[in-house]
């Protein structure tokens, strides 16, 4: 039987999420963007934020532990591009509006929208590389 470590099912899971979102993006259309806006990330802060803000520090901090504590090669490089989404939980917390400006120019612009999904993509298909290949 096949086994996953740690670090494959942290890359597939990322893999997951960041593919998934895409096809939600295009099923739902102009229903994500007003989602995102309105819901997700409307203006009053959502309490959920917080939830979600702590369980991303929690996941930061198991994946350091499991880089010292599991013995697999490269596992850093994972827990490298998971550090940074700290960036992404920081502004969450503590610049939520400047975060929510960001979301709001990014859906309503062609091209940024175009440059992220490429790189969600590409980053999803690395994960994947890096889970078949590297762990």
């Known amino acids: 039987m096949f086994e996953l470590n740690y670090f494959q ?8 999420l960041g ?6 993006m295009i099923t739902l259309g102009e229903g ?20 979600v803000c702590a369980a991303g520090l929690l996941l930061i901090a198991y994946t350091w532990y499991s880089v010292f504590a599991i013995p697999v090669d490269y596992s850093w490089i994972i827990a490298s591009l998971v550090s940074l989404t700290a960036i992404k939980i920081l502004m969450l917390l503590f610049r939520y509006d400047e975060f929510r400006e960001f979301v709001a120019l990014t859906l309503n612009n062609k091209n940024k929208m175009n440059l992220l999904n490429g790189a969600v993509v590409t980053f999803s298909f690395v994960c994947v590389a890096m889970a078949l290949f590297l762990y």
């Open 19 to 24: 593919i998934g979102s895409r096809l939600l």
């Open 32 to 51: 994500w963007n007003k989602w995102e806006t309105e819901k997700a990330y409307r203006k009053d802060k959502p309490k959920w934020i917080y939830l």
């Open 9 to 16: 099912i942290l890359c597939l899971f990322w893999a997951a």
